[in-house]
């Protein structure tokens, strides 16, 4: 069997030996030196001094340290704190936003509505108000529906109208809605007339959203660019004076125009009586002169 090695314990046992020796001296230093300071501090006062100097760059440095670690801190937390602060202030700002655009579609829908209560007013002849609740974009019939129905006094054949000029003519009727033909579908033809100069033109729908405006007299384009169109009244229906259209481009002998009540766009309208021409009395043997 071999021997234990015992080198390594005895270099341990040396070396915690040689520890406590340096561990006693240190403590009698410190002891001689204490006693030094306190019988005689004018001498001990250059040692200070000294110690003083040795110790005043790693004093300074670990002051720049603890100082640089605590801008650091300080501006991390600041970091953190300004973007918690602009993200409160984007969410505030999102929220805002909704806001106004909810406040301006309501102030929109009160304009119209007060416009509408304005025409009703000025029309002798309204059946019903209702909301336009839906119309078909895609669709090449123009249809629109009206939230107001047989309940409300509405028929088929009468006019429909907005603030803004007129939209068509009920064509369906249930007891609580309707269904519109927009004048912008192909099977509604309004007789017409330009505001600008009075002339008569024909106005038919072209499926897409657009009308188009036909002159009664071939080979002169009576249109200009923004012209407005208005009803004429003839052949009954729809009442005089009513605004239809816009000009926007021309087309040969004819003009393609917009509707200036959008369904789209539009979110209350009327029911008027269908409009009645005065029957012109015949003339007599008076009128004409004779005896």
């Known amino acids: ?12 046992q040396y070396g915690l030996f040689f520890s406590f020796i340096a561990a006693i001296a240190g403590l009698a230093i410190g002891l001689i030196l204490l006693a030094l300071s306190i019988a005689s501090p004018e001498r001990f006062k250059d040692l200070k001094g000294m110690a003083l100097d040795v110790t005043a760059p790693v004093t300074g440095a670990l002051r720049q340290i603890n100082t640089t670690a ?4 300080s501006g991390a937390g600041s970091y953190w704190d300004a973007a918690n602060q602009n993200a409160e202030l984007r969410r505030q700002r999102d929220q805002m936003r909704e806001q ?10 009160n304009r119209q509505l007060k416009a509408a209560l304005q025409l009703r007013e000025q029309t002798s002849d309204v059946v019903a108000t209702g909301r336009l609740v839906g119309s078909s974009f895609e669709s090449p019939r123009r249809f629109a529906i009206l939230s107001a129905g047989a309940r409300d006094g509405v028929k088929v054949g009468m006019p429909i109208r907005a603030a803004r000029g007129l939209i068509g003519r009920t064509i369906d009727v249930g007891t609580l809605a309707s269904r519109v033909l927009l004048v912008s579908d192909r099977a509604n033809i309004v007789p017409s007339r330009l505001l600008r ?39 009954g229906l729809y009442p005089p004076l009513v605004p239809i259209a ?25 029911v ?14 008076n009128d004409e002169g004779l005896p």
């Open 70 to 73: 605590s801008g650091l801190a």
């Open 272 to 285: 008027e009586q269908p409009y009645e021409p005065e029957a012109t009395a015949p003339l007599t043997e």
């Open 1 to 12: 069997m071999a021997p234990p090695r015992t080198g390594w314990s005895r270099r341990a």
């Open 197 to 235: 100069t009075g002339q008569a033109v024909i106005c038919q729908g072209r499926g897409d959203g657009t009308v188009e405006l036909k002159p009664l007299e071939v080979g002169r384009n009576p249109f200009h660019r923004g012209d407005i169109v208005i009803t004429s009244g003839t052949g």
């Open 246 to 270: 816009r000009v926007i481009r021309l087309d040969g002998d004819n003009a393609i125009a917009v509707p200036l009540a959008d369904p789209g766009g539009v979110s209350f309208a009327i």
């Open 100 to 109: 106004l655009v909810t406040a301006r579609a309501i102030l929109q829908e």
